[in-house]
């Protein structure tokens, strides 16, 4: 699963997230397991499903996987696994060419250098700012050479909905933006990590008119604030997209890409003679829930970036089941998970440098291919066109999957739902299942009638803070307008406590694989398959396609079906 990190145009992955790039030379590998471990753990007798499971896990989490980061000869090898299991349960090739892969090309991009900032007031010369002072630069794989000069204009937190509106009363088109990160706590949780994603941001600003954007650093700590000296000491490490088809790197906004970030120092520079003092603003910002009135600043800024670009290749995996009803058929439901993990890092306290991945998300994949073999076993095919999906660089912020998503091998008006499964813990026998995103569609009723098939319940989100429903694949398809959800078994009796062990001990850590964490429970695990299986198999075989619920924030904010 994705980690929350920076916001796009100063992302910058967390140390165990950005494992393989600009990584110390890995340390020795660590000591074999036992010969004891490695009997108990390959000889355990289990159920033909179960042992089904379990031996995807065992592959996809081995050592010799090297944590399948996206790009990497290892991750290449899982993929070709995968395909080989989807052509096993009588899928056919959804990917290029006949085949079950989709290039997927990966773009590593960084700043070439320290860019430059300048401001210039009104008849005044431009005063250069100080990097790592007053700002760190932003890169832009969509142009390379970029420079830009353009008056600046505050606008709060940058946000227009849900009756807020942080560019009331002014006019941007042609001028940079300058805005705080984050969002309001009184938004609900998933609309508030939408707006304070700052691509969201961004996507309003340029909607404005605005050629660029720049974030200021706030006092206020929290989601989407993140201290300059953070973003200063990783303000070079790469991160990644993909690449558009005449080879420049995709970003959502490219003709208001963001600009780079200002420290409060520089902010203040940025402020010096506006009507409303930066000082005045800063105090304001300290409070929860400050709201700002937008205003022009005195100042025009002058910007040059210039940025380094290496290409990776990698590859989706898709198969397809065909739908056998004549006018359902064509419709396509896509079960979504992500194959790739971090790699190899920073050794742990055993000296394990590989970042297996068991749960993240080499589960997810067991299941996905467990679940085509039920469709296989059931002799039935489905109504609708069932697509296996299994993605690429997730970790990397959802790359993949947003490549399918803008570049699908069906088409994309046919494509009715997604159902994603990331990094369910299934270490404990679950009681209920949480299906973050399933309040917005219909699909929060098919997730509430398979779960009482298999005798569980359902649970609200536990964990609203986390904002899950924006942190993985099937939000990309959430963007294109088309109703998703992904499972989690609940926290309901003894899951409480195994969520937050794992979240605390072994998310994103070597030690997430089949010998250093708790041991997985196998019939949960089956159970879980069991249970999207039917979630799948509803919505597959329905006389009514999923549709985002009456008025529902993400169904009319990306324009997708919606109940009437």
Do not use: C
């Not at 090297?66 to 990497?72: F, I, L, Q, V």
């Not at 080989?84 to 009588?90: A, C, D, P």
């Amino acid at each position: 699963m994705l980690r929350l990190t920076m916001p796009i145009g100063l992302i910058v992955l967390a140390a165990t997230s950005a494992v393989a790039q600009n990584a110390p030379a890995p340390a020795p590998a660590p000591a074999p397991a036992t010969a004891a471990q490695n009997n108990a753990l390959i000889n355990a007798e289990l159920p033909a499903d179960q042992a089904a499971l379990k031996s995807h896990i065992m592959f996809l989490a081995s050592d010799q996987m090297r944590g399948r980061e996206a790009g990497s000869a290892e991750y290449d090898i899982a993929a070709q696994y995968v395909a080989s299991q989807f052509y096993e349960q009588g899928l056919r090739p959804a990917g290029d060419d006949g085949s079950y892969l989709q290039k997927v090309p990966l773009l590593s991009y960084k700043p070439a250098d320290k860019g430059s900032m300048a401001i210039a007031a009104k008849g005044g010369q431009p005063v250069s700012l100080v990097f790592g002072e007053d700002y760190v630069p932003s890169a832009n794989p969509h142009k390379l050479e970029y420079s830009v000069t353009a008056p600046v204009v505050f606008v709060g937190q940058g946000i227009v909905g849900l009756g807020r509106d942080d560019y009331k009363g002014v006019d941007v088109k042609g001028k940079i933006v300058a805005f705080f990160g984050g969002a309001p706590s009184s938004f609900p949780a998933e609309e508030r990590a939408h707006f304070s994603s700052a691509s969201t941001k961004a996507e309003i600003a340029m909607k404005k008119g605005a050629v660029g954007y720049v974030t200021l650093e706030s006092p206020l700590a929290g989601r989407g604030n993140f201290p300059f000296k953070m973003i200063a000491a990783n303000y070079d490490r790469a991160r990644v997209t993909w690449a558009n088809a005449d080879g420049t790197g995709h970003i959502p906004t490219p003709s208001a890409p963001g600009l780079g970030m200002l420290s409060q120092a520089g902010a203040a520079k940025l402020f010096e003679g506006a009507k409303t003092p930066w000082a005045t603003i800063a105090e304001a910002a300290k409070k929860e829930g400050a709201t700002f009135k937008a205003m022009p600043l005195p100042a025009r800024l002058s910007v040059t970036l210039k940025t380094a670009t290496t290409p990776i290749t990698s590859y989706n995996v898709a198969g397809i089941l065909p739908g056998s009803d004549p006018a359902l058929g064509k419709e396509v439901v896509v079960l979504s998970a992500h194959l790739d993990h971090v790699g190899v890092g920073k050794p742990n306290a055993k000296g394990d440098t590989i970042y297996n991945g068991a749960m993240d998300n080499a589960v997810g994949i067991a299941s996905l291919i467990e679940e085509a073999r039920r469709f296989k076993a059931s002799g039935k095919p489905p109504r609708r066109s069932v697509l296996f999906l299994a993605v690429t660089a997730e970790e990397k912020g959802l790359v993949g999957s947003d490549y399918f998503a803008h570049n699908p091998t069906v088409p994309k008006a046919d494509i009715v739902a997604d159902v994603n499964l990331d990094m369910p813990i299934i270490n404990y026998k679950f009681e209920d299942v949480t299906p973050f995103g399933a309040a917005h569609s219909t699909l929060g009723e098919t997730v509430a009638r398979a779960a009482a098939q298999i005798g569980v319940g359902v649970g609200g989100d536990p964990r609203p803070d986390e904002a899950f429903f924006v942190r993985s694949d099937h939000y990309r398809f959430v963007q294109q307008g088309i109703p998703s959800v992904f499972l989690w078994p609940g926290e309901k009796g003894p899951g409480k406590a195994a969520t937050d062990a794992f979240l605390s001990t072994h998310y994103h850590q070597p030690s997430d694989d089949l010998v250093q964490q708790p041991a997985i429970d196998w019939e949960s695990g089956v159970r879980f398959v069991d249970v999207n299986y039917r979630i799948a198999r509803e919505i597959a075989d329905a006389d009514q396609k999923p549709m985002w619920k009456k008025g529902d924030f993400f169904g009319t904010a990306f324009g997708g079906p919606m109940q009437k």
